[in-house]
């Protein structure tokens, strides 16, 4: 079955401890990337990469981090989070190309920092 | 930053209705996709429209796009409580980032 998988789904730390949230796909998507969704904001982007080794910024890159050394996995980082990154995260990824596709979408991880 | 808008931002409606939901945006796109979000859990894409295309019809689902006022709608006939979601457009506007995403329209149907 095609899907996004993403751990934890639900998350509850404190200031200042470095978290990671894994996102694997399995449709041998190039292209990945990272949203947060916030009440009211709709859907920002964070970080996305095209392949393997790149990654770009997006919108709201501010306290993450992000690394794509295998197609599959683009784990999302926070180094030292803070209660601003208190957010629900969810993790896409799609075909690469001229005629962009669909994005596919994890389930989303809900994040809480105390 | 948003490229598209949804319009209303939430819809309450009757079973047996149809729903309408419009989304603007502000620069020139290679299509624009609807997504559907169920409370708290992943988007599902809907259904995608080119930018040369008027029309596109997918169930009960038909969106328009009107390119020249950079607009697009979404029609969800004969609506069910099943379809109680928000609803999100995003634009492609061919950059590196892909799709871009609106503020969403928040739809109940009311059993």
């Known amino acids: 079955e095609a899907q996004v998988t993403q751990n934890p789904r639900y998350l509850i730390t404190v200031t200042g401890k470095k978290l990671t949230v894994t996102c694997s796909q399995n449709?041998?998507?190039?292209?990945m990337s990272w949203y947060r969704q916030d009440p009211g904001l709709g859907l920002r982007q964070i970080y996305y990469?095209?392949?393997?080794?790149?990654?770009d910024k997006g919108d709201v890159p501010e306290g993450y981090k992000v690394s794509r050394k295998e197609k599959r996995n683009f784990p999302l980082i926070l180094e030292s989070p803070s209660p601003n990154q208190t957010s629900l995260y969810f993790c896409a990824s799609s075909l690469w190309g001229r005629n962009t596709g669909e994005l596919f979408f994890g389930e989303g991880s809900r994040l809480t920092v105390l | 930053s948003q490229q598209g808008e949804e319009d209303p931002q939430a819809l309450s409606i009757q079973e047996g209705e149809n729903a309408t939901m419009n989304c603007s945006y502000k620069t020139s796109i290679n299509n624009l996709q609807w997504y559907r979000q169920n409370s708290g859990r992943g988007l599902v894409h809907l259904i995608l429209?080119?930018?040369?295309?008027r029309e596109k019809h997918s169930g009960r689902l038909r969106v328009t796009l009107d390119t020249s006022k950079k607009s697009s709608s979404l029609l969800i006939t004969a609506s069910r409580a099943a379809d109680t979601a928000s609803y999100f457009c995003?634009?492609?506007?061919?950059?590196?980032?892909?799709?871009?995403f609106g503020s969403g329209t928040q739809l109940t149907v009311l059993p």
């Open positions: 429209i080119r930018s040369n295309e």
């Open positions: 995003a634009t492609d506007s061919g950059s590196a980032r892909q799709l871009t």
């Open positions: 990469s095209m392949n393997v080794e790149v990654t």
């Open positions: 449709m041998n998507h190039e292209y």
